[in-house]
């Protein structure tokens, strides 16, 4: 079946680094999605993408869709501590209707 | 008032016992969800229903059954609880017509001693 899979599980940073992370589709997904968890929080969505290729910029979110439509990433420029959470991407699946999500990136900001 | 509640929040319980789990929306979204998330693991999704005559299984189903009782209501039940379905889970909805974006509740804490 479907599988996406996120790297990396953690990743910690000093304050104003940059931070990226990575989701990979085992097939072709009709878009992708990316969410954000805060600490004892729900996810939050925060972006779409459905073009092959497509680019979307949120302030210091940067979101790319592989032009294959198979990989995606998030970039965070020079990160705050208002960024510490999980970054989850989601593959949608025009077959299916539904959302398979990754494993999720843990961010971590040291102030 | 949340647009998707979640009940319980909380729920300590014992293996063999049956456990409900609620989710009732106010956004009028036809689609309902039910995830599981687990460190590491990311949101894996248990059921799912797209109106009220449309129950599909996700990745996970087994252990698990849902009901959709009416077009605001979805819930998730465990027969026998055992402690592997110790796990935070997750009740979202989504707007056939919209962008397909997930809404979704607080999340309800199961724990199967």
């Known amino acids: 079946g479907q599988q996406v899979m996120q790297i990396p599980q953690y990743q910690h940073v000093q304050e104003g680094e940059d931070f990226t992370t990575y989701c990979n589709s085992s097939?072709?997904?009709?878009?992708i999605q990316w969410y954000k968890q805060r600490p004892g929080g729900h996810p939050v969505f925060l972006i779409q993408?459905?073009?092959?290729?497509e680019v979307k910029k949120q302030k210091r979110l940067t979101f790319q869709f592989g032009e294959a439509k198979k990989n995606s990433s998030l970039h965070i420029t020079a990160t705050q501590t208002t960024d510490v959470g999980t970054y989850f991407c989601?593959?949608?699946?025009?077959?299916?209707?539904?959302?398979?999500f990754g494993q999720g990136t843990t961010l971590q900001v040291k102030p | 008032d949340a647009d998707v509640t979640q009940t319980p929040r909380n729920r300590i319980t014992k293996t063999g016992k049956r456990i409900m789990l609620e989710c009732s929306q106010t956004?009028?979204?036809?689609?309902m969800y039910w995830y599981r998330q687990d460190p590491g693991l990311g949101l894996r999704l248990i059921y799912y229903?797209?109106?009220?005559?449309?129950?599909n299984k996700g990745e996970i189903s087994d252990g698990y059954s849902v009901s959709r009782q009416a077009q605001a209501k979805f819930s998730l039940s465990l027969e026998s609880a055992i402690p592997n379905q110790t796990a935070l889970y997750f009740c979202?909805?989504?707007?056939?017509?919209?962008?397909?974006?997930?809404?979704f509740g607080e999340g309800s804490r199961l724990t199967v001693l």
């Open positions: 989601a593959g949608g699946s025009s077959n299916t209707g539904k959302l398979i």
């Open positions: 956004k009028g979204h036809d689609r």
């Open positions: 097939t072709t997904l009709s878009n």
């Open positions: 229903s797209f109106d009220v005559k449309d129950i």
């Open positions: 993408l459905v073009k092959s290729g």
């Open positions: 979202a909805t989504s707007d056939f017509q919209g962008t397909g974006e997930l809404f």
